[in-house]
T-cell receptor, first 109, second 115 residues
Framework: TQLLEQSPQFLSIQEGENLTVYCNSSSVFSSLQWYRQEPGEGPVLLVTVVTGGEVKKLKRLTFQFGDARKDSSLHITAAQPGDTGLYLCAGAGSEKLVFGKGTKLTVNP | GAVVSQHPSRVICKSGTSVKIECRSLDFQATTMFWYRQFPKQSLMLMATSNEGSKATYEQGVEKDKFLINHASLTLSTLTVTSAHPEDSSFYIC???????????FGSGTQLSVL
């Protein structure tokens, strides 16, 4: 069974601070995706990383896929209150996505 | 991006009634759709994989007679919670696979409250 360990589970920071969310597994994934979900809404895809070592940037968000395609990180620079939400990583397995448990991020003004 | 529409967004029902939730891919055909359940502040728990024209594949521990899934067309999958009870109260989300890559687009979810 493929598992994704996501950490931290909860994160509360002040506006302007930087943060990193980690997603780790002992399994290799063909790709890994990051989603952001707001209360009462479905998750929204932020990025898909496919190649080992790949780095993608989305404004203040930087996503990295590990060289061995077993782990990934999401780094947010100068966090803003609008970044508040549940961040989910998901690894593409044989047939379905495997989701991490999520990181509940709160950015306080 | 691709759009997945889910209805209703919120439903309140009495214990013992059945509730149907619809998931539609609006601008693409989805041979595979997924149904998830999510508890407050937790991640998504995959309930079943819905394949167009065939029976759904349920995850371990999910009662197939309780959660009926029908994927009658390439753009519509439905989840029916039969004889709902308060413990079935949850946020249910569908997603549809888009294209050949493992790219999922999610519906906006259905908050089910069983009284």
């Amino acid at each position: 069974t493929q598992l994704l360990e996501q950490s931290p589970q909860f994160l509360s920071i002040q506006e302007g601070e930087n943060l990193t969310v980690y997603c780790n597994s002992s399994s290799v994934f063909s790709s890994l995706q990051w989603y952001r979900q707001e209360p009462g809404e479905g998750p929204v895809l932020l990025v898909t990383v496919v190649t080992g070592g790949e780095v993608k940037k989305l404004k203040r968000l930087t996503f990295q896929f590990g060289d061995a395609r077993k782990d990934s990180s999401l780094h947010i620079t100068a966090a803003q209150p609008g970044d508040t939400g549940l961040y989910l990583c998901a690894g593409a397995g044989s047939e379905k996505l495997v989701f991490g448990k999520g990181t509940k991020l709160t950015v306080n003004p | 991006g691709a759009v997945v529409s889910q209805h209703p967004s919120r439903v309140i029902c009495k214990s013992g009634t059945s509730v149907k939730i619809e998931c539609r891919s609006l601008d693409f055909q989805a041979t595979t759709m997924f149904w998830y359940r999510q508890f407050p502040k937790q991640s998504l728990m995959l309930m079943a994989t819905s394949n167009e024209g065939s029976k759904a594949t349920y995850e371990q521990g999910v009662e197939k007679d309780k959660f009926l899934i029908n994927h009658a067309s390439l753009t519509l999958s439905t989840l029916t919670v039969t004889s709902a009870h308060p413990e079935d109260s949850s946020f249910y989300i569908c997603s549809a696979r888009y294209g050949q890559r493992e790219k999922l687009f999610f519906g906006s979810g259905t908050q089910l409250s069983v009284l």
